[in-house]
């Protein structure tokens, strides 16, 4: 069982920026893949970006490659998502999401991941 906690989101202007953290108990969290998602209201929940077990790979959704970065640090159980030059259209929900199964490809899929965390809010102002 892992436990997943966001921090980190708020309110900002568009063009600035924010870094999500999530902190995963356990001890078997450099084993996950981990992953961001995020909800807007009326929307179904979109992927954001993945990150391998050992923070090689990296996989972003097309509508935030060159603006956000994921990164992990396996010593402090804890994966990051740094937004720049956020857009209103980046006000969601965002969730942090641990799967600890070997996905081919890119793990994009909410069904991928098994935890989830309960979600940061993040807002976008224009």
């Known amino acids: 069982q892992v436990q997943l906690v966001e921090s980190g989101g708020g309110l900002v202007q568009a063009g600035g920026s924010l870094r999500l953290s999530c902190l995963a108990s356990g001890r078997t969290f450099s084993s996950y893949v981990m992953g961001w998602f995020r909800q807007a209201p009326g929307k179904e929940r979109e992927f954001v970006a993945a990150?391998?077990?050992?923070?090689?790979?990296?996989f972003y959704a097309d509508s935030v490659k060159g603006r956000f970065t994921i990164s992990r640090d396996n010593a402090k159980n804890t994966v990051y998502l740094q937004m720049y030059n956020l857009k209103p259209e980046d006000t969601a929900v965002y969730y942090c999401a641990a799967s600890p199964k070997v996905v081919p490809g890119t793990p994009s899929r909410p069904g991928d991941y098994d935890y989830w965390g309960q979600g940061s809010q993040v807002t976008v102002s224009s």
């Open positions: 990150i391998s077990w050992r923070g090689r790979s990296t």
